[in-house]
């Protein structure tokens, strides 16, 4: 659109980012309780380790959480300038990653059905938020200063439906299946992860131009 | 005046600047109580739902904020440097960013008519001193390598009145007709938001100097 | 010493610091309590105004956390390299810094001669850290790349001892004198600060070589 | 690896890692606790005093954090690029800091012979995740310009591995000998830290090709 001439560059759109994954992994840790009944006596191991949920709670978001920034910050390595669209857009995406602690604290709080389909729902649409953002910003040739292989395309698109997809599937599997199995499914991701990403090195996808 | 040079380039203010709204932003979140009554049983559906006022504070406050967010880089995008004045306006203009977790928990945890002027009058306050920023930057030329144009002067100051125009009307509203109406005042900011833009870059008013 | 090349520019530091600025005056707003007695009806005026000494407080460490900033921009505005001893005297400063919502907290929910003269003797802790900060880097001449005119140390020197001397002064004010009087001191910051810069600015102290 | 072409910059890795660290050091404070028995008349400095535990484990982690701060500066201070290796490895590191708030508030609270392992083991851990993080990176000729001396790398393993030991050491300590001796374990690294860095100066470990 001839008439759109708004393209600022993307470093504060990335320092408020920064901000906001910074900000939200590190409040996780608010939602680890301190061991109740505590003027009954000294602190016991039993204690402690009766937090167990929300210490795998806190350590599942804040990997999930990893993983969403390296690939925020692949959607704009590239990318230079930015539009309306791409900020609004971000902004969305960002109010998700500001949420996670909710879903976290539930989760680790409580478990059972209720939190762990929310917290699925939750990390099914951050994920596809951010799979949004990459498609527009990767489709926008003006964005870039060097053009992207198509080859390249195809391997993001797998990349980023990744955890969207291993987060809405374990949705119907907690309904329908197992509890225990979501967890199965949610772990999944950490070897899944690597494995695409060794793929990808093999196949030379990550060989393109601009060294990414 | 000849005699005050003191023209520190904006870097680190716009960086205090971007850690003060990712940390509002991000602690926003923190306004969500967990589902009370917790220990007598599993988190049932009606039981998270029943924080949906939280949910709808929280959505509105983001996107209020992001709006902010977007304005106050655009008053620092082309200005290079800044005066003390601008300096203790922007210090000024963040207190009350970091301020809104507050009028957004209130709304949020109680509703009514207190909550709501109260909310509304923050709001108000806010964008009028984004205003200020905005009108002590854009006149004076010292702050910019090339100069404005006069139009986009004009469009400019439309758009940075409309926040504190809809807040502040949503005042007397609330007050003397209806609560129900004041949501629907304060979300017709999403649709006017994108209308006006429509209606800048119709009009040209972004295809200026500067690209933005 | 001949030996010590280590050098790191400051831009880590400024980031860190930047960092802590945002968050300390952000989680000020977290000492805000909302009103009490919520569930015995809908939120008066009365309840919101209760939280006055709450507002107070945050405004106050708000706007001297401010200027702390400003001043602390100033120090590292012209120095482009850094040692050790600056490093641990900032990250000294910094733990002032981020101590800070813990006397507001007390002040805003207390009041009494306690609390106030805690909160001064910690601005006055954390005013002649700054100093020190600033003595230690305005010394050492291998900082800058351009030299530091004589009479711009000494007004540097004043304004940097203005904030710790008010808090300290307002000590045996509380204890000795009148409490109320503590809150005259003070304010009469606001109003000294800009009394100074404009003494300087008609000195030409601010217009020595850099602009500053 | 000839096909691992992924090598972004530093720069927001960095702003990731400050932004942590600003934060779990500034939420730090929220681990002191308001004096109790409020209500019951006027703050009296015995219950200030009283909080004087929470106060020496806000310092201690304060201290230990910027600690890992700077060394964490100092690993990526040469670094232009990383690997994914290093990112995870990062973030695993980041996650640990996070953390730290816990274990502090735990120890602040409580103490004992509980609190003071956990403390110990998490801290120690963390500073092997640096050690890791920095041996990564060190043996990692690609990511420098100009190469490391190997006295310098030697220097720089007994630098990242003084703080896991002496944390790591403090847990049989404090479980079979006394828990007061672990207070002086801890302390004991603020006499370390800058006679070892002493020696490194002495030796001229620090003056090598890079200026750190």
Same mark, same amino acid.
């Given at each position: 659109m001839a008439t759109d001439d708004y393209r600022p560059d993307t470093r504060r759109l990335a320092a408020? *980012?920064?901000? !906001?994954?910074?900000?939200?992994?590190?409040?996780?840790?608010l939602s680890i309780d301190l061991p109740s009944g505590s003027d009954a006596g000294p602190v016991t191991v039993e204690m402690v380790a009766r937090e167990w949920r929300d210490a795998v709670s806190y !350590?599942? *978001?804040?990997?999930?959480?990893?993983?969403? %920034?390296?690939? @925020? &910050? @692949? !959607?704009?390595?590239?990318?230079?300038? @930015?539009? &309306?669209? !791409?900020? %609004?857009l971000n902004i969305l995406f960002l109010m998700a990653i500001a949420f996670l602690p909710f879903p976290t604290s539930l989760l680790g709080d409580y478990g059972g059905l209720v939190p762990v389909v929310f917290y699925a729902a939750v990390m099914t649409t951050t994920g596809l938020l951010l799979y949004a953002l990459w498609w527009v910003v990767a489709r926008n040739e003006a964005f870039f200063e060097e053009e992207l292989a198509p080859e390249r395309v195809r391997y993001d698109r797998l990349r980023f439906l990744l955890y969207p997809s291993v987060f809405g599937v374990s949705i119907p599997v907690a309904l329908f299946v197992s509890l225990d199995l979501v967890y199965v499914c949610w772990g999944s991701l950490f070897v899944l992860t690597p494995l695409l990403q060794r793929r990808l090195l093999a196949d030379g996808g990550e060989t393109l131009p601009g060294g990414r």
């Amino acid at each position: 659109m001839a008439t759109d001439d708004y393209r600022p560059d993307t470093r504060r759109l990335a320092a408020l *980012s920064d901000g !906001v994954f910074a900000i939200a992994i590190t409040i996780l840790v608010l939602s680890i309780d301190l061991p109740s009944g505590s003027d009954a006596g000294p602190v016991t191991v039993e204690m402690v380790a009766r937090e167990w949920r929300d210490a795998v709670s806190y !350590v599942l *978001s804040f990997l999930v959480v990893g993983n969403f %920034w390296t690939e @925020h &910050r @692949h !959607v704009f390595d590239h990318a230079t300038h @930015h539009t &309306r669209d !791409v900020e %609004w857009l971000n902004i969305l995406f960002l109010m998700a990653i500001a949420f996670l602690p909710f879903p976290t604290s539930l989760l680790g709080d409580y478990g059972g059905l209720v939190p762990v389909v929310f917290y699925a729902a939750v990390m099914t649409t951050t994920g596809l938020l951010l799979y949004a953002l990459w498609w527009v910003v990767a489709r926008n040739e003006a964005f870039f200063e060097e053009e992207l292989a198509p080859e390249r395309v195809r391997y993001d698109r797998l990349r980023f439906l990744l955890y969207p997809s291993v987060f809405g599937v374990s949705i119907p599997v907690a309904l329908f299946v197992s509890l225990d199995l979501v967890y199965v499914c949610w772990g999944s991701l950490f070897v899944l992860t690597p494995l695409l990403q060794r793929r990808l090195l093999a196949d030379g996808g990550e060989t393109l131009p601009g060294g990414r």
